[in-house]
């Protein structure tokens, strides 16, 4: 594929990803005028290089761990994956769900042609998900009414037996 190929607007779902990619590798790996001649790549190293706290990625270097959440978490009874700094492994479940709603949503419904159309879609699957969707760990029943089932039992007046 070539830049004649492929005029500014130009739908990219008639192409393969190798071919996508492998513009996007070329685009991001050409020498620019604006930063001397160097590729960006070499630029970012430079920068890297010298140590430069703009452009470390706190995320990976020390992960945020919500005490409200853990609170939260405890109270509620749930074992909290959240240990020390750094292995919050809440991220696992959050970085899954997005490579389903990914998966089974955006990429199947391509092209998108507005913002509005991609929020409509995904309001329209979390409710899917959470009234409809049947769960097996929930015992085959929708999130929400398995919630609702939880609270009314955790509400209900506790009869004590005597031995």
Same mark, same amino acid.
């Given at each position: 594929m070539t830049n004649t190929e492929a005029p500014k607007g130009t739908d990219p779902s008639r192409w393969s990803v190798e071919d996508l990619e492998a513009v996007a590798?070329?685009? %991001? %790996?050409? @020498?620019?005028?604006? +930063? #001397?001649?160097?590729? @960006?790549?070499?630029?970012?190293?430079?920068?890297?290089? +010298?140590? %430069?706290?703009? +452009?470390?990625? @706190?995320?990976?270097?020390?992960?945020?761990?919500?005490?409200?959440?853990?609170?939260? +978490?405890?109270?509620? #009874?749930?074992?909290?994956?959240? #240990?020390?700094? #750094?292995?919050?492994?809440? %991220?696992?479940?959050?970085?899954s769900m997005i490579g389903l709603f990914q998966t089974e949503l955006i990429k199947q419904r391509r092209p998108w042609k507005t913002l509005s159309q991609v929020e409509l879609a995904t309001a329209e699957r979390i409710d899917w998900y959470c009234h409809r969707r049947l769960h097996g760990e929930t015992g085959h029943v929708p999130l929400v009414e398995y919630e609702t089932n939880y609270y009314t039992e955790l509400t209900k007046p506790q009869v004590k037996t005597t031995i």
């Open positions: 590798y070329a685009l %991001n %790996n050409r @020498p620019r005028k604006i +930063l #001397g001649w160097k590729t @960006p790549a070499e630029v970012f190293e430079q920068l890297r290089s +010298l140590d %430069n706290p703009m +452009l470390r990625r @706190p995320v990976e270097l020390a992960q945020y761990t919500s005490f409200k959440l853990a609170e939260h +978490l405890d109270a509620a #009874g749930v074992a909290a994956s959240i #240990g020390s700094v #750094g292995d919050a492994y809440d %991220n696992v479940l959050m970085e």
